[in-house]
């Protein structure tokens, strides 16, 4: 197995021993029930953009509901089938796909702005966006990292790029998201074998936490949201 396959598999199926676990499984459970949601309803001929699509670690998830599966990032990357210049344009003409997936990029691009516009430029008329990202986290650049939002400042940033919002959810509610920092101010002060003893004392107390925070709660103040955005169409 490639290690960038590799990557995806732990994302999606994290083991007891990695220090992401409730984390991970909670995103790609959201993830299932968005697709599940707004993707299967349409059936057939679905194209979906995976932009910033990295190792895709979610394209077993997306396959099932589209005939054609598009990752896009930059030309670094050689698993992706669409490009990025260095200005961010996508090398794609307007209204193509029907959703454009985007999973934990929006905090990693310089110019968060002209991404999401970018996003609905590709999108068809009445497209979606699926996107997640951080409001609370560490610094984990990638090779950069910019951004974190409120969800109030998240929804408004992206709806004054001409969408409108019609899924939003908090996941890794405050509490749960507190310990998870917790943990990791003691993450690499460890040598690597004993990360995973981390895992075990700090995922179960995590996934305790996070199951006793109300969603309304999560949706305020989480350590990541995950939100599904409608192109509007002009009259």
Not at 41 to 51: E, F, G, H, L, S
Not at 66 to 72: A, L, N, S, V
Not at 111 to 138: C, D, Q, V
Request: charged letters at 25%.
């Amino acid at each position: 197995m490639s290690e960038a396959r590799e990557a995806g598999v732990v994302r999606l199926k994290p083991g007891i021993f990695n220090t992401r676990r409730h984390y991970l499984i909670q995103l790609r459970k959201q993830i299932e029930k968005v697709l599940e949601q707004f993707v299967k309803p349409m059936k057939d001929q679905v194209q979906i953009a995976d932009y910033g699509c990295g190792n895709m670690p979610y394209e077993p998830l997306v396959a099932p509901y589209t005939e054609r599966y598009i990752g896009i990032d930059l030309s670094e990357n050689p698993r992706a089938e669409i490009h990025i210049d260095p200005e961010g344009r996508i090398a794609m003409p307007d209204n193509q796909v029907d959703f454009v997936l985007s999973t934990q990029v929006l905090e990693h691009v310089e110019n968060p702005i002209f991404y999401l516009e970018e996003a609905l430029r590709i999108l068809k008329p009445g497209g979606k966006l699926i996107i997640s990202t951080h409001g609370y986290w560490m610094f984990h650049p990638d090779p950069t990292d910019y951004w974190r939002w409120t969800s109030t400042g998240l929804k408004k940033i992206i709806t004054e790029r001409g969408f409108e919002i019609k899924y939003f959810r908090g996941i890794i509610g405050r509490a749960a998201t507190g310990l998870q920092l917790f943990q990791d101010g003691f993450l690499f002060k460890v040598p690597g074998a004993m990360r995973g003893l981390l895992a075990i004392i700090f995922q179960p107390l995590i996934f305790f936490f996070d199951k006793t925070t109300s969603q309304s709660s999560k949706d305020k103040d989480a350590g990541t949201f995950v939100i599904v955005a409608e192109k509007k169409t002009t009259s």
